[in-house]
């Protein structure tokens, strides 16, 4: 299965973006998957993730209550909705799947996407 995330872009501090991962087939309908993020200079680092059914959710601290993650099973997509952006938001944004909705590790398997660019203007 192949990852392709879009919708990335650059955006004014402040602004909102909204991202998609798709996934080539249905392989992780069953599957908790989350969101990922690699600043400049930095380490991948988890943002959000859900589980299959969408209900439960766990976010990092630093996103609580500005980003919300979401999931189209029937159209194997999973979507990341950012608000209230701010620079340090910057990075490449991954989607893959999770272990566990509320396990933060970063993924060690070959799903990686290419990501997608998203850039917050001071």
């Known amino acids: 299965v192949q990852l392709v995330e879009s919708g990335g872009g650059s955006v004014q501090d402040g602004g909102s973006l909204n991202i998609s991962c798709v996934a080539s087939d249905d392989s992780f309908f069953w599957d908790d998957m989350g969101w990922f993020r690699r600043a400049p200079g930095k380490e991948r680092e988890f943002v959000a993730a859900n589980t299959w059914i969408g209900v439960y959710t766990n976010y990092a601290d630093s996103v609580k209550g500005r980003f919300t993650i979401s999931r189209n099973n029937a159209k194997n997509t999973v979507y990341l909705e950012m608000t209230r952006l701010r620079p340090e938001d910057t990075g490449v944004y991954y989607c893959?799947?999770?272990?566990?909705?509320?396990?933060?590790?970063?993924?060690?398997?070959?799903?990686w996407g290419p990501g997608t660019q998203v850039t917050v203007v001071p």
């Open positions: 893959n799947k999770v272990n566990s909705y509320n396990d933060s590790d970063v993924p060690d398997n070959d799903y």
